[in-house]
């Protein structure tokens, strides 16, 4: 194995990344649509698709796609592949890829099974209701996404573990080899990469005092086609890879950890890491114009959300109405401004607070929710509340997610997060790992807005080992029992609208992978009361019939960076990865 991997590493290093593409085929209708034609041409980007006859992968990094498409050429499944691409997305990929965060995969085997892994980071032992209010009950600015408190528990390396005892197939120091080899021998950032890494310059001198990580030597600001080079990570990885969990959980790498926690005020003890165990759950499912959904439950808030938003939207002709149309905007704008009432008071850690699963996907309740809609007019949110009777924002970089489908037909959704672009902007003193600052997305105070703009209550108030609330939806799609697609998002609270939108797009507006993820994107999220759109989404007209509606507007730049997998009618794979990012498909 090891010949294999430095093969294709040295291959890596050289940064000679090409997708592989089945020469001549072009883009074509999504076959699991129900109309022949796209109901309205997509407004957006033009990236084009990838195509694979036997597998696929699509992340936020050309390297990681590289990585995991070597893994799957090499023999390795699915849960191979999710494990070495992860991994090295904490490598290449550092302001979001981790290994000292958290996330969730849902995954389809090639008989029709399907699983879930819980991987949410916990808050600490010491961790307190409280902990983020002054004396008076104000929330301390930055205390819950800045520094050594943010920090939960991290889930990352136990998950991979568990994933890879369950369903790996290759020996796990290989899959863990390619990310160690990058991070020693380097890789050349991007110019995202770049402006990102300058943009936190300031934070990183003062959450690291007198520590150089990810600051040049001369400290100059990077630019793309610098190399960065992660000597301590390469040896924490190599740890990783010799110890499995304890090499992240115990040992050498669990002391720095512990140390840096310490020197910081942070809460993370050893106890907390012995603590810590990834949790398999139940998937959710639901179903859409024929397709079943399979997607995360709580702690997402994400996947419940999809599911009560598409059960609203089936009983609507969107079609009909096209793509980012006036009548299909608004109405998905208000199905929105409502779910998310319900996320702000329903939703949390299902171990800790009883969420009225039932209640909130029932056909009849979600109907009553929609009982004050005007198709005229914009209900604004101060008229809204969570539904009464259910138990008879940010930037983009934060999160990231990957799509892999391989030979035998396995699929791998998997979202993964620090939270905020570069966690916490905490660096492990010798460990050369961000920390995230995860435990913003509790509710630090009833009704205080966290980094998302996203309010909460008692179900997600901040509790010992308690897991906070997610927007993450990795999610699978199937159609006739058959594996149809796979999709995901980074995003924050766009997460959720965002997937809603690729599997509308798919659906009922008969795109493509690629169309679907090209097409501009919206979101409303009940506070504020705002719609958050990319510029383009909608023409003046329908942007203006809207404004008359009462819809108010804010280009808020991109939104989220869907990576999606398609099984076409032949059976072949359409890889699209999103063109906000730097994502890849690669297939083959
Ligand atoms: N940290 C973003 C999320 O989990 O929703």
Same mark, same amino acid.
């Given at each position: ?6 093969? &294709? ?16 085929? #072009? ?5 699991? &649509?129900?109309? %022949?034609?796209? %109901?309205?041409?997509? #407004? ?17 990094h050309p390297l990681a796609s590289q990585v995991g498409a070597e893994i799957l050429r090499h023999g390795g499944n699915a849960f191979d592949a999710t494990v070495a691409v992860q991994l090295t997305l904490a490598v290449v990929f550092p302001v979001a890829g981790n290994i000292s965060g958290g996330g969730f995969i849902v995954a389809r085997m090639a008989n029709g099974k399907t699983v879930t892994l819980d991987f949410r980071e916990a808050a600490p032992m010491l961790a307190s209701r409280d902990m983020f209010l002054d004396s008076a009950g104000n929330v301390i600015p930055r205390l819950s996404t ?88 390469? &040896? ?42 990834? =949790? ?35 009983? #609507? ?14 109405? +998905? ?6 779910? *998310? ?44 509340? *969570? ?5 008879? @924002? ?7 997610? @990957? ?47 966290? +980094? ?15 897991? +906070? ?9 199937? =159609? ?29 507006? &008969? +795109? ?17 009361d705002i719609v958050r759109v990319e510029h383009g989404t909608f023409t003046t007209e329908v942007e203006t019939a809207l404004q008359q509606k009462g819809h108010t507007f804010r280009n808020i730049g991109t939104i989220g960076k869907l990576d999606v997998i398609l099984r076409r009618a032949d059976g072949s794979l359409e890889g699209a990865a999103d063109p906000r990012g730097d994502d890849m498909a690669i297939g083959f």
């Amino acid at each position: 194995m090891n010949t294999i991997f430095r093969a &294709s590493v040295s291959f890596l290093i050289l940064g000679a990344v090409t997708a592989t593409t089945l020469s001549g085929q #072009q883009p074509e209708r999504n076959p699991f &649509s129900q109309n %022949s034609a796209v %109901s309205q041409a997509p #407004q957006g980007y033009t990236k084009e698709g990838v195509f694979g006859h036997k597998a696929m992968v699509v992340s936020a990094h050309p390297l990681a796609s590289q990585v995991g498409a070597e893994i799957l050429r090499h023999g390795g499944n699915a849960f191979d592949a999710t494990v070495a691409v992860q991994l090295t997305l904490a490598v290449v990929f550092p302001v979001a890829g981790n290994i000292s965060g958290g996330g969730f995969i849902v995954a389809r085997m090639a008989n029709g099974k399907t699983v879930t892994l819980d991987f949410r980071e916990a808050a600490p032992m010491l961790a307190s209701r409280d902990m983020f209010l002054d004396s008076a009950g104000n929330v301390i600015p930055r205390l819950s996404t800045f520094g050594h408190k943010a920090s939960g528990v991290p889930g990352t390396v136990d998950a991979m573990v568990k994933l890879h005892k369950q369903y790996g197939k290759l020996p796990w120091k290989a899959l863990v080899q390619p990310a160690i080899d990058i991070a020693r021998n380097g890789v050349f950032l991007t110019v995202r990469e770049a402006e990102g890494l300058n943009e936190v310059r300031e934070s990183l001198e003062y959450y690291n005092p007198g520590k150089t990580y990810f600051l040049k030597p001369n400290k100059s600001p990077w630019k793309a086609g610098d190399k960065l080079v992660q000597e301590d990570l390469a &040896s924490t990885l190599e740890r990783i890879r010799d110890k499995g969990r304890d090499g992240f959980y115990k040992g050498k790498t669990a002391e720095l950890l512990v140390a840096e926690m310490k020197r910081g005020g942070g809460f993370i003890t050893q106890k907390d890491l012995d603590a810590y165990s990834a =949790k398999w759950r139940t998937p959710l499912r639901g179903s859409y114009r024929g397709h079943t959904i399979i997607t995360m439950p709580p702690p997402s808030a994400g996947g419940v959300g999809l599911l009560q938003m598409l059960t609203i939207l089936e009983a #609507q002709p969107l079609k009909e109405w096209g793509v980012n149309s006036e009548k299909t905007a608004h109405c +998905m704008i208000e199905v929105e401004r409502r779910v *998310y009432a319900d996320r702000s008071e329903y939703l949390g850690d299902p171990d800790f607070y009883n969420v009225p699963m039932k209640g909130l996907l029932d056909q009849q309740y979600l109907r009553s929710r929609m009982s004050n809609y005007s198709p005229d007019k914009a209900t604004p949110s101060t008229e809204i509340t *969570y539904g009464k009777d259910v138990r008879s @924002f940010g930037s983009n970089d934060q999160t990231t997610h @990957f799509s892999i489908v391989d030979p035998e037909g396995n699929a791998v959704a998997l979202t993964t997060t620090l939270n905020g672009g570069y966690g916490s902007k905490v660096v492990v003193d010798g460990g050369g790992f961000f920390m995230n600052n995860e435990m913003d997305d509790f509710s630090v105070k009833p009704g205080a807005p966290n +980094m998302f703009g996203a309010i909460g209550g008692e179900a997600n108030a901040i509790q010992a080992r308690k897991r +906070m609330l997610s927007s993450m939806t990795p999610t699978i799609v199937e =159609k006739d029992g058959k594996l149809s697609f796979l999709l995901g998002t980074p995003g924050g609270t766009t997460i959720t609208t965002s997937v809603l939108q690729g599997i509308i797009n798919i659906i009922d507006h &008969s +795109m493509t992978a690629q169309q679907a993820v090209n097409t501009k994107r919206f979101h409303h999220q009940y506070v504020p009361d705002i719609v958050r759109v990319e510029h383009g989404t909608f023409t003046t007209e329908v942007e203006t019939a809207l404004q008359q509606k009462g819809h108010t507007f804010r280009n808020i730049g991109t939104i989220g960076k869907l990576d999606v997998i398609l099984r076409r009618a032949d059976g072949s794979l359409e890889g699209a990865a999103d063109p906000r990012g730097d994502d890849m498909a690669i297939g083959f």
